[in-house]
């Protein structure tokens, strides 16, 4: 089971654009806007079922709009 399967991501609240599940380095993730860049901060994990809740509450997170517009020239 991988992040992205048991995500259910509305669109992004900047753009409309559609949302991934980004991970960084193994130890952290966040969804991020495929279009506009905007994102949820970062959530780190130590094992797999960390990593599927780390999803879980980015996505709820995401799904609030509670999201980090890029900022100019990003
Ligand atoms: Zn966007």
Redesign the pocket.
């Known amino acids: 089971m991988e992040p992205h399967e048991i995500v259910d991501l509305e669109p992004?609240p900047?753009?409309g654009?559609v949302g991934c599940v980004t991970e960084e380095g193994g130890w952290c993730l966040y969804i991020q806007?495929m279009?506009?860049g905007?994102h949820t901060a970062g959530l780190e994990f130590k094992n797999q079922e960390e990593k599927l809740d780390a999803a879980r509450r980015a996505a709820d997170v995401w799904n609030m709009r509670k999201v980090i517009a890029p900022g100019p020239g990003e």
């Open positions: 992004c900047c753009c654009g806007c279009d506009c905007a």
